[in-house]
């Protein structure tokens, strides 16, 4: 578990902010496709999906390599707007607000979802899990003035 622990905590740096949202979704989507969805890079660390939703503005699929916290045995996912930490609200919740239902691949199966945004009760008690899950987003969310988005991506 050490490797985990130093993986955490270089992900917690600002640095790191910086840098990871130019370069871990552009990898993982390129591996994706080279792999017809069979490998997720991010995934060796934490579980992952790739979200299809449509654009909020232009209407467009688009396409976001996310890390995931699997529910009911695979069956729901929750999926947290971090944005690494950084000040705004990742592109992509924007669009799940505009447009709920979208497209996960897991595991190399492309599944229909609702995206639904937590709130209250049950975001905080999702809230935790998380951090149990990822101890870094407690840092992500010191680091912002937002209260960071998390959806429950539920099958259709």
Request: a positive charge; hydrophobic letters at 45%.
């Amino acid at each position: 578990m050490r490797g985990a622990r130093v993986v955490q905590k270089m992900s917690s740096t600002r640095g790191f902010a910086r840098v990871a949202p130019h370069v871990v979704p552009a990898l993982d989507r390129v591996v994706h496709r080279l792999t017809r969805g069979r490998v997720l890079l991010s995934a060796q660390l934490l579980p992952g999906v790739v979200l299809t939703s449509t654009g909020a503005r232009s209407g467009l699929a688009r396409r976001t390599p996310l890390a995931c916290m699997a529910e009911d045995g695979g069956r729901a996912w929750i999926v947290v707007g971090s944005n690494f930490g950084r000040p705004g609200h990742p592109a992509w919740s924007h669009n799940l607000l505009a447009h709920p239902d979208a497209e996960v691949n897991w595991k190399g199966q492309d599944i229909p979802v609702t995206a639904l945004l937590l709130a209250g009760e049950e975001r905080a008690a999702a809230w935790r899990a998380l951090l149990a899950f990822w101890p870094p987003y407690a840092t992500y969310q010191a680091r912002v003035e937002r209260e960071i988005r998390v959806f429950r991506l539920v099958r259709r």
